[in-house]
């Protein structure tokens, strides 16, 4: 899994972030509740966390 280490925008780390959002919002809970209660409240670090795509699996399968 690619998950982007620090925001773009402002540099704060979402990494530790990513795992416990994913699993939340896999279960169905609400993006918008999960990041409030996570204390991400930068609209650059939330788009961070929401357009976050894992691509890795698709990926492996092309060889170099």
Do not use: H, W
Request: glycine letters at 4%.
């Amino acid at each position: 899994m690619m998950v982007p280490v620090r925001c773009f925008s402002c540099g704060k780390v979402l990494a530790s972030y990513y795992e416990d959002f994913a699993k939340r919002a896999n279960a169905g809970e609400s993006a918008e509740k999960i990041l409030d209660e996570m204390g991400i409240t930068r609209y650059c670090c939330r788009r961070m966390l929401l357009t976050q795509i894992d691509l890795i699996d698709e990926i492996m399968q092309y060889k170099t």
